[in-house]
């Protein structure tokens, strides 16, 4: 397959907060390689590697990636600063949805696995690296996405992931 396509959204990827429909566009031609999220699609590599199209996976090469997740949280983090300091709790669903998407990439590519988001709970309390109640905490974001505090506790989130990320690093080093 090359170009776009529709595709169904794997059953491992089903989430009604990221998925209304059943298919979704797929940028198939983009997905061959790492790309930047400026366009972003939530999950596409995940929904590649699920559907059987051969595509890049970015969870095999993570390290090189998690520079540019976070940056791109950086951004969605601002954005929603933004929208909820003006009282636009509206406007901040779509790029709180971003954001959550990012940290499941994030929480399932650090660990080389794409993203399953079907019985999720379960795979995330599975995790070696992941923040402290990092089930309940993502149930309460997913819950109301677009509430302030929902923003505080993904934000959290980020901060604390990285830093397991980067405490998981330095002993990886150590032990080689």
Known sequence: MSGTGWLRVPIELQCSLFFSEPEIVVPVRDIQEWREL???ILFPYDVAFFAGIEAYKPWEHVHKHIPDLLGKWKEIEESCRTYFTERQAKRALEPMKEGISLLFMMLFWVHGKPVYLQDWPLHVDALD???????ERLTFIMKGPARYHAFVQLSELFRELEKHYVKHQIKNRLRQ
Request: glycine share 0%.
């Open 129 to 135: 690296i992941k923040p402290v109640n990092a089930v």
């Open 38 to 40: 400026d366009e972003y």
